[in-house]
T-cell receptor, first 115, second 113 residues
Framework: DTGVSQDPRHKITKRGQNVTFRCDPI?????LYWYRQTLGQGPEFLTY????????KSRLLSDRFSAERPKGSFSTLEIQRTEQGDSAMYLC?????????????FGQGTRLTVV | DQQVKQNSPSLSVQEGRISILNCDYT??????FLWYKKYPAEGPTFLIS?????DKNEDGRFTVFLNKSAKHLSLHIVPSQPGDSAVYFC????????????FGQGTELSVKP
């Protein structure tokens, strides 16, 4: 399977704990995105990388959130001191960036539940 | 502000008939539009896209129409099949933003046999 892979698929954590999610993009894709989706809403952009450089962060990404993409390969998204409002589906996507638009391919997501 | 809007939360269609899903946008800078399909507990799956230099793009049973003056796009599925039942999201991107997508809220399509 050469699609976008996310791990874990599900995570239940207690409020105040730290969690880390991993995303492995499609290998030839240079762009990697993180989105968050809550019930009844479309995915909301969090941040994106072009190779290893983090080029944009949404204002949704508070200072408790940090993302990395070492060596332009896989990416991790860490949430520190989780809050109940962080409960959501966290989606990773990748694309091969060109001058004009291109489609992004999504992983199956990590569902986070903060109790 | 909601730059991409899907005003119909749900749509029910009979198998074999046409499904028409609608999407409106407010930002005239958007130049690329996409439709994604999502099953429960899975990530969105890319369906079809259209550049702002076109007004129609077709791929099998799926056709996307873009009306730039009205800032409106639609996805037509003909003929609809029960396996098409899912949530459909439209998304848009603008130049210089690295392919960042702005999504609508989604429309849940139910195709009844």
């Amino acid at each position: 399977d050469t699609g976008v892979s996310q791990d874990p698929r599900h995570k239940i954590t207690k409020r105040g704990q730290n969690v880390t999610f991993r995303c492995d993009p499609i290998s030839e894709h240079n762009r990697l995105y993180w989105y968050r989706q809550t019930l009844g809403q479309g995915p909301e952009f969090l941040t994106y990388f072009q190779n290893e450089a983090q080029l944009e962060k949404s204002r949704l990404l508070s200072d408790r959130f940090s993302a990395e993409r070492p060596k332009g390969s896989f990416s991790t998204l860490e949430i520190q001191r989780t809050e109940q409002g962080d409960s959501a589906m966290y989606l990773c996507a990748s694309s091969f960036g060109t001058v004009r638009g291109t489609e992004a391919f999504f992983g199956q997501g990590t569902r986070l539940t903060v109790v | 502000d909601q730059q991409v809007k899907q005003n119909s939360p749900s749509l029910s269609v009979q198998e074999g008939r046409i499904s028409i899903l609608n999407c409106d946008y407010t930002n005239s800078m958007f130049d690329y539009f996409l439709w994604y399909k999502k099953y429960p507990a899975e990530g969105p799956t890319f369906l079809i896209s259209i550049s702002s230099i076109k007004d129609k793009n077709e791929d099998g049973r799926f056709t996307v129409f873009l009306n730039k003056s009205a800032k409106h796009l639609s996805l037509h599925i003909v003929p609809s099949q029960p396996g098409d039942s899912a949530v459909y999201f439209c998304a848009a991107s603008r130049p210089g933003q690295g392919g960042k997508l702005i999504f609508g809220q989604g429309t849940e399509l139910s195709v009844k046999p």
